[in-house]
Each structure stands twice: as structure tokens, then as C-alpha cells.
């Protein structure tokens, strides 16, 4: 990595705030912070999910539609605007300090009166060939809210295991009447109430393991299951669901909840005063707008702990 010219001064300024990742939430929360006129720094880490979306019809604003690039380029151009500071590098370790918080990127070792975590969340991802180049390419989605009515009408098959597989694929007759849970788990793990719901809805059951499943990337949009007989989807979901990105905030000693994602109060501050956390890792509806709504009302809560409030 490219060393940073910043970095001496860096290790010596104690910062207002360090941002930790650089998706929508963090770019958010930068750039309140700047227009709060606040010494602002994000870490980014370089994989912010947002980046996977090849174009996202569900973002208000946008009615033609932006890519997940786009919006992420947008956000940072914006909060560079008003001097926030944008820094390459994985936080290694984040420690409580008597003046507020000491964090590990790379090589440097930062200082902050308060850190926001908006670390997203990891995919559970089927284990096929090409996943990320087919979640690119909607070979394979991964968010029915995002794009579920693009598929109105088709034939949607959802890879699952469990009652989340269920679930997803009874969301998702909103928009399709030919559904298809692929169930690569063992047929116990798909309890009789929810298999009863399915057969309700009107949803198929395949039980099948994950290697029977074929993406066909020669056919855009249209992918295969083989196993019991060959059944052909004009559009795949993956509901494996995620895991969240909370290693630093639970080192650090902050409170999570059942599903693994941290528990804050009504200004996003975790159960640490001055951590606060945004997006994904708080809360399971994993949508961009939540993101940066969770991001704003974190950053203006700064703000103001700051201002000693």
C-alpha cells in the first residue's frame, strides 16, 4: 500500500470523529460531520456491498436508476466537498482510551473523540462458481425489497435452507406466481408450518444440495437448477442470509443482539459512550436509505456529545 503523506500529522491530531467504512452510511455521516465543520476521518476498507449493484431502481432521487459505483463516487466527491478526509486501510483495532478512542489503520495508529461503525454486513453466499460476477450481472440477487419488482411475473427460484429460504420466498410473491424454493439443507430444517405457508402461497419445494444448482451465464438472466429433473428460473435469490461486520465494536465490549447485530439507542450510540453504529450491522432491513438515515442521526448525535451536550 501506498504510504500515506497525511500519516505523521495523523498520529498526532486527535480527531472529532473516525468514520469506520466508506458505503453509504459512512459517506453520510462524513459528510454531516464536515458540514459540522468537524476534523472527520473514514477508514475505508474497500468493500463496501453497495459497490455490488449493478443498478438500483429503488433509491429515491434516481427514477432512471443508478449503479451502486455511481452513488458510492457521488457520496464521496460530496463529503470531500466540505473536507472530510477519506483514508485507504482495515481498522486492525479499535481500543477505549480515557479521551475517547484509539483505532489501527495499517500502520498509523489514529485518535477520535467518537467513532461511527458502519461496517455493513457479509453475504452468506451459496457456494458456486463466480458468485460476486453473477450477483453483478443479476444472474443471482441477494435484496427482494431492493429489486424484487423486477422480476414481476417471472419465474424466481430462491436458494434457502430453513425458515429464512421460507420467508424470502413468500416476500417474493408480491411479484411472482411461479416461485421455487431451492432447500439445500436437510428436509427437517424446513419446519411443517412453514412448508404448509408454501404450499398455501402456492410456492414449489425442491429439495436438493447446493451442487445441483447451475448458473448459466451464456443465457442472460435465465439460470438452471438440475437435480430433480431440470428446472429452468428466469431469476435466482440467494437467502442465506448475512453476517454482520460487528468484530471491533464486540472486542471493544459493545452489547449485540440474538441475530449478531449491535444494539444502540435512539441516537445510534452503542452500549460504549461515544461508539455509535449505522446501517447494516444495527439493523436487518439492509437497505441503502436506512443506511444513510442511521448515518445522519449518528453524525448530528456527535455532533453535539461534542459540543458537550
Known sequence: MTPNPLAPALNRERLDAIIVGAGPAGLTAALYMGRFRRRVLVADGGDSRAAWIPTTHNHPG???????ATLLDLQREHALRYGARIQAGMVRALSITDEGFTLEIGDDVLRAATVLLA???????????????????TLLRICPICDGFEVTGQRVGVIGNGALGAREALFLRTYAD????????????????ERALLAQAGVAVIEAPIEDVELQPARPRALCFSGAGRVEFDALYSALGVTPRTGLALAAGARHDDQGRLVVDDHQQTSIPGLYAAGDMVRGLNQITTAQGEAAIAATAMHNRLRGL
Open 178 to 193: 411461479r416461485l421455487t424454493l431451492i432447500h439445500i439443507a436437510a428436509p427437517d430444517a424446513l419446519p411443517a408450518e
Open 119 to 137: 461496517c455493513g454486513v457479509e453475504d452468506n453466499a451459496p457456494d458456486l462458481p463466480e458468485v460476486d460476477e453473477a450477483v453483478r450481472r
Open 62 to 68: 434516481f427514477p432512471d436508476g443508478v449503479a451502486g
